[in-house]
């Protein structure tokens, strides 16, 4: 009796194993927002700003500078990520040209270590002139994914509050640059933001 109760347990369980994984890479086509985590940038949001992706915390960057920033949604199609300013944006800089679907997120190919991350289709003054690379893109549950062998995300101190968001394909070790991983979910609570160390 005890040798039947195992072997129903035994099949029960083989059962159960057999049902297909859940794919865990997202294939919603649903709008999404990037936020970027590192020392002292816990989940701060990625606005567009003159054609290259920032990392901005809102509540200290000065009036002018967050007047010039377009706070931007993401939309996914095969490894491709296309930006198109918020519902709630204030600003009006290059909102025509980021509304046309053509400004796709990239890794900008420089010939430094550190290069931006960036928009097809718009002009900035940090992209180099070499073709961007856009069809990379891709997450891990809420972790942002690359394809590109050894890359890394980093941003740059610009100004108080504002970052430029850098990739390189080496560990970078300068003490001006900060490490960071890229997420699709905002932080826990609104205080993550305004506490530093």
Known sequence: MLSLSILALLALG?????????????????SFKLY????????LPIYYGNG??????????????LAAMIPIDFTASENTWTASPSSTTGSTEDVTA????????????????????????????DQSTTSPISNVWSTYGSYV??????????????????YSLLWSTSAE?????????????????????????
């Open 36 to 43: 970027a985590y590192g020392s002292g940038i816990s989940g």
């Open 173 to 197: 070790t300068s003490t001006d640059i900060i490490p960071l991983v890229l997420r699709t979910t905002a932080p826990a609570t609104a205080s993550v933001l305004t506490s530093r160390s």
């Open 52 to 65: 290259t992706a920032q990392v901005a915390d809102a509540s200290v960057i000065d009036t002018t500078t």
């Open 14 to 30: 083989l059962v159960c194993s057999a049902h297909p994984l859940e794919k865990r890479q997202s294939t919603s086509t649903v």
């Open 145 to 162: 994914l690359v394809s590109v062998s050894g890359a890394n995300f980093y941003a740059r101190q610009t100004d108080n509050g504002l």
């Open 98 to 125: 980021l509304s046309d679907n053509t400004n796709k997120l990239c890794l900008d190919q420089g010939n430094t270590s550190l290069n931006t991350v960036g928009f097809t289709g718009i002009a900035a003054t």
